[in-house]
């Protein structure tokens, strides 16, 4: 045997032990997660008990990221132990998380990517159809797009919460990589049609302008249905991410076509219950003001007196009459800390209505 193959060997072993190990203690942590489980029902005998705590989730991972010793970056390591705790909560009963479909949309991977792979992902048509799906108690969760840094708002999701009884229990992001792709037997020089998401499009306009002008783009559902018809008729391409060119079996004629490098979506994580505090967290309202001058400034003082910043305000259109307004707004800090209890409660007072949609954990993955 040579040195190299002696040295592969001996690492070889180490590793095989190591596994072992391993595996041993994420036995042993699935066994932990299982008490816990019965504790709860114990605790709350006849209660439809929700196992599933994502506040708890958050710091687990938050504290992997922390402490991580390398050489794995934090990101990839908590990557990991989110799939553990996946895998250990699914033990009690798998999740059913409905999300913006079809398979393959970008929604689905960010579902997976904040739930991990251990649950049900259902897919749903349209976002006012996963709203429903979790009221019905059809899912636990539903998981939809919010908003876009490319392209803004996705006003659809704000307006469910207007009439939806239905909490934010979390958010993630998820960098957007789009793709020019095709099917291995359409030839580049015979593409004359591009499917993709209306979103998609305008986030690869530059793009598409610059490379492939002249050629007739054509707005559909979704990414994933783009791909599914530029599989099925020659001479069309789609836009769409990885796994919908994985899913169709589609080719990547050009990678990250996308206008802006950062492109990024942020989902919500929709529910019927409230989460806790977990130590870092982010809140959401909709107010509609009188309709009479310094409105906003009265609406927006009370937080800036306080300290508490606000990460995002959005003005919709309201449903009750013309030109009078909701606004949506995002902040930091959780609902149950007496700052922001008092905040809430004075433009409670000054306000038509006040609607507390949720506080959650900031997406940590
Ligand atoms: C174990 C618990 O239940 C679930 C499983 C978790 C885990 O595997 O770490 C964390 C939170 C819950 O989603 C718990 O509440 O601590």
Same mark, same amino acid.
């Given at each position: 045997?040579?040195?190299?193959?002696?040295?592969?060997?001996?690492?070889?072993?180490?590793?095989?032990?190591?596994?072992?190990?391993?595996?041993?203690?994420?036995?042993?942590?699935?066994?932990?997660?299982?008490?816990?489980?019965?504790?709860?029902?114990?605790?709350?005998?006849?209660?439809?008990?929700?196992?599933?705590?994502?506040?708890?989730?958050?710091?687990?991972?938050?504290?992997?990221?922390?402490?991580?010793?390398?050489?794995?970056?934090?990101?990839?390591?908590?990557?990991?132990?989110?799939?553990?705790?996946?895998?250990?909560?699914?033990?009690?009963?798998?999740?059913?998380?409905?999300?913006?479909?079809?398979?393959?949309?970008?929604?689905?991977?960010?579902?997976?990517?904040? /739930? @991990?792979?251990?649950? #049900?992902? $259902?897919?749903?048509? *349209?976002?006012? %159809?996963?709203?429903?799906?979790? +009221?019905? &108690?059809?899912?636990?969760?539903?998981?939809?797009?919010?908003?876009?840094?490319?392209?803004?708002?996705?006003?659809?999701?704000?307006?469910?919460?207007?009439?939806?009884?239905?909490?934010?229990?979390?958010?993630?992001?998820?960098?957007?990589?789009?793709?020019?792709?095709?099917?291995?037997?359409?030839?580049?020089?015979?593409?004359?049609?591009?499917?993709?998401?209306?979103?998609?499009?305008?986030?690869?306009?530059?793009?598409?302008?610059?490379?492939? /002008? @002249?050629?007739?783009? #054509?707005? $559909?559902?979704?990414? *994933?249905?783009? %791909?599914?018809?530029?599989?099925? +008729?020659? &001479?069309?391409?789609?836009?769409?991410?990885?796994?919908?060119?994985?899913?169709?079996?589609?080719?990547?004629?050009?990678?990250?076509?996308?206008?802006?490098?950062?492109?990024?979506?942020?989902?919500?994580?929709?529910?019927?219950?409230?989460?806790?505090?977990?130590?870092?967290?982010?809140?959401?309202?909709?107010?509609?003001?009188?309709?009479?001058?310094?409105?906003?400034?009265?609406?927006?003082?009370?937080?800036?007196?306080?300290?508490?910043?606000?990460?995002?305000?959005?003005?919709?259109?309201?449903?009750?009459?013309?030109?009078?307004?909701?606004?949506?707004?995002?902040?930091? &800090?959780?609902?149950?800390?007496?700052?922001?209890?008092?905040?809430?409660?004075?433009?409670?007072?000054?306000?038509?209505?006040?609607?507390?949609?949720?506080?959650?954990?900031?997406?940590?993955?």
């Amino acid at each position: 045997m040579s040195d190299e193959q002696t040295k592969l060997g001996e690492l070889r072993d180490r590793i095989d032990g190591i596994d072992q190990q391993i595996m041993d203690l994420i036995s042993a942590r699935a066994r932990c997660a299982q008490e816990v489980a019965e504790v709860k029902m114990t605790y709350n005998p006849g209660a439809d008990v929700f196992f599933y705590r994502p506040e708890r989730e958050a710091q687990v991972l938050r504290r992997i990221k922390e402490q991580n010793p390398g050489p794995l970056s934090g990101e990839e390591m908590a990557r990991l132990f989110r799939e553990i705790m996946s895998a250990c909560l699914a033990l009690e009963k798998p999740m059913h998380i409905a999300f913006l479909g079809p398979a393959g949309t970008f929604t689905q991977a960010a579902a997976l990517k904040h /739930f @991990g792979h251990s649950v #049900v992902s $259902v897919p749903l048509a *349209a976002i006012d %159809a996963v709203f429903r799906e979790v +009221e019905s &108690g059809s899912a636990h969760y539903g998981v939809v797009p919010v908003e876009n840094s490319t392209e803004g708002m996705i006003n659809h999701t704000l307006d469910m919460f207007m009439s939806s009884p239905l909490k934010i229990c979390g958010e993630v992001q998820l960098r957007i990589h789009h793709h020019l792709l095709a099917s291995a037997e359409t030839r580049e020089g015979e593409i004359h049609r591009i499917y993709s998401h209306q979103q998609s499009l305008a986030q690869c306009r530059q793009w598409l302008d610059a490379n492939r /002008f @002249g050629i007739e783009r #054509v707005p $559909v559902s979704s990414n *994933a249905e783009a %791909a599914r018809r530029a599989a099925e +008729e020659p &001479g069309t391409a789609a836009i769409a991410g990885d796994m919908a060119a994985e899913l169709y079996g589609l080719e990547k004629l050009a990678g990250n076509i996308e206008d802006r490098p950062d492109n990024t979506t942020r989902f919500l994580i929709i529910g019927r219950e409230s989460v806790g505090p977990s130590g870092n967290d982010k809140s959401s309202i909709l107010v509609s003001m009188r309709n009479k001058p310094g409105a906003l400034y009265q609406l927006l003082e009370p937080f800036h007196r306080d300290g508490i910043s606000l990460t995002r305000i959005e003005t919709r259109p309201s449903p009750s009459g013309t030109w009078a307004y909701v606004f949506y707004i995002d902040f930091e &800090g959780h609902m149950e800390e007496p700052k922001v209890a008092k905040v809430l409660a004075e433009i409670d007072e000054e306000a038509v209505e006040l609607k507390r949609l949720g506080s959650y954990p900031v997406g940590v993955l």
